[in-house]
């Protein structure tokens, strides 16, 4: 029988809002608490994981703080998920330097911390980096035996096209992660996600559901969408509806952005930027608007029930459309909280 000192906890460093932590809360893990720089997480993170949010960058954070949290309990579990922007395709002709600061510095906590076990979720382009080369062999030789894998989300019932670069690193043995518990014959489809909410105009707010509200287009952007079948992009519209940049041929590259989601195909990956037309294949699929704020929170699996916000004044597109494109979607974290739950079932723990 557990006892409270013997039962895993976990502390989250890089929360946000606490999708990762969310997970693993409805698979039973005790959350201790969350560390993020980004105030703004604060309601929304205590409010759905019954623990503490404390305010700080990870460079500045203080071992003695992280050891607080963790108190007597002696199954400890360290998980986070270092801003991914550095590792992206689109940022590594800057100083890459000044990127690997993060993950150095999440690696410097573990070495301090010595949690039992370790899980970080990242993009999978983290894996080229030496900084991650390194890490891994920082892991290893304080004696963690390390897996890693490249998650595509519909293979756990999660209706978006992302990819993601999840690792974990345990004292106890190798940690598996869990079968896949979809294949393209049943993934979860845009169908599946969306189709149940209200119609929204562009710019419209559902009166039962503030979340449920999308950006309003501009007359051009508006009739570009008009323009656009569903499953499509830009390539179908007239000339004069077209950027420049389409115009030239390397605008082949661009093919996704002003498109349109299909009812019946994968939902986009959710970024910082769903609620932007120019951005990615973030149209809805007839509606002649972008996704909203609750579509895309239900691309990233968040439940229904999950509090955002502490009042309908408080919503504003900036600030929700970075906590939801930030996060890791709920179902992901209870994949990885159920894979790390079997391994402590395993080796007895």
Same mark, same amino acid.
């Given at each position: 029988?557990?006892?409270?000192?013997?039962?895993?906890?976990?502390? %989250?460093?890089?929360?946000?809002?606490?999708?990762?932590?969310?997970?693993?809360?409805?698979?039973?893990?005790?959350?201790?608490?969350?560390?993020?720089? &980004?105030?703004?997480?604060?309601?929304?993170?205590?409010?759905?994981?019954?623990?503490?949010?404390?305010?700080?960058?990870?460079?500045?954070?203080?071992?003695?703080?992280?050891?607080?949290?963790?108190?007597?309990?002696?199954?400890?579990?360290?998980?986070?998920?270092?801003?991914?922007?550095?590792?992206?395709?689109?940022?590594?002709?800057?100083?890459?330097?000044?990127?690997?600061?993060?993950?150095?510095?999440?690696?410097?906590?573990?070495?301090?911390?010595?949690?039992?076990?370790?899980?970080?979720?990242?993009?999978?382009?983290?894996?080229?980096?030496?900084?991650?080369?390194?890490?891994?062999?920082?892991?290893?030789?304080? &004696?963690?035996?390390?897996?890693?894998?490249?998650?595509?989300?519909?293979?756990?019932?999660?209706?978006?096209?992302?990819?993601?670069?999840?690792?974990?690193?345990?004292?106890?043995?190798?940690?598996?992660?869990?079968?896949?518990?979809?294949?393209?014959?049943?993934?979860?489809?845009?169908? %599946?996600?969306?189709?149940?909410?209200?119609?929204?105009?562009?710019?419209?707010?559902?009166?039962?559901?503030?979340?449920?509200?999308?950006?309003?287009?501009?007359?051009?952007?508006?009739?570009?969408?008009?323009?656009?079948?569903?499953?499509?992009?830009?390539?179908?519209?007239? %000339?004069?509806?077209?950027?420049?940049?389409?115009?030239?041929?390397?605008?082949?590259?661009?093919?996704?952005?002003?498109?349109?989601?299909?009812? %019946?195909?994968?939902?986009?990956?959710?970024?910082?930027?769903?609620?932007?037309?120019?951005?990615?294949?973030?149209?809805?699929?007839?509606?002649?608007?972008?996704?909203?704020?609750?579509?895309?929170?239900?691309?990233?699996?968040?439940?229904?029930?999950?509090?955002?916000?502490?009042?309908?004044?408080?919503?504003?597109?900036?600030?929700?459309?970075?906590?939801?494109?930030?996060?890791?979607?709920?179902?992901?974290?209870?994949?990885?909280?159920?894979?790390?739950?079997?391994?402590?079932?395993?080796?007895?723990?």
């Amino acid at each position: 029988m557990r006892t409270a000192a013997n039962t895993p906890a976990v502390v %989250d460093v890089f929360c946000g809002v606490g999708g990762l932590s969310h997970g693993f809360r409805k698979e039973g893990f005790k959350i201790l608490g969350g560390i993020d720089v &980004d105030p703004s997480c604060k309601y929304a993170f205590e409010t759905n994981n019954d623990a503490p949010f404390i305010e700080r960058s990870v460079e500045d954070l203080q071992t003695d703080e992280v050891s607080e949290l963790f108190g007597k309990h002696k199954l400890r579990i360290l998980i986070g998920c270092a801003p991914c922007q550095p590792f992206s395709p689109y940022n590594r002709k800057k100083n890459e330097t000044d990127n690997w600061k993060l993950l150095r510095n999440f690696s410097q906590l573990v070495s301090e911390i010595q949690p039992d076990i370790i899980s970080m979720e990242n993009v999978p382009q983290l894996v080229h980096h030496p900084v991650f080369a390194e890490f891994i062999r920082d892991l290893e030789s304080a &004696d963690y035996e390390v897996t890693k894998y490249i998650v595509f989300c519909p293979d756990y019932g999660i209706p978006q096209r992302r990819r993601r670069l999840v690792l974990f690193a345990s004292k106890f043995g190798r940690v598996e992660l869990l079968p896949k518990t979809h294949t393209p014959e049943n993934y979860r489809l845009v169908r %599946d996600a969306i189709s149940k909410l209200s119609p929204l105009k562009s710019g419209g707010v559902d009166p039962k559901d503030p979340l449920h509200r999308c950006r309003n287009l501009s007359p051009l952007n508006l009739e570009r969408i008009r323009n656009t079948p569903e499953g499509g992009a830009w390539q179908t519209w007239d %000339d004069s509806l077209k950027l420049d940049c389409h115009k030239k041929r390397g605008g082949v590259s661009f093919r996704a952005v002003y498109g349109r989601m299909r009812w %019946d195909g994968l939902g986009s990956t959710i970024t910082t930027e769903f609620c932007n037309l120019g951005t990615g294949r973030f149209g809805h699929p007839d509606q002649d608007r972008t996704i909203s704020i609750r579509e895309a929170a239900m691309f990233q699996t968040f439940p229904k029930y999950f509090r955002f916000v502490r009042r309908k004044s408080d919503i504003t597109f900036n600030q929700l459309t970075r906590h939801i494109g930030n996060a890791v979607p709920v179902k992901l974290g209870r994949v990885i909280a159920k894979s790390i739950k079997l391994h402590l079932e395993q080796s007895e723990r």
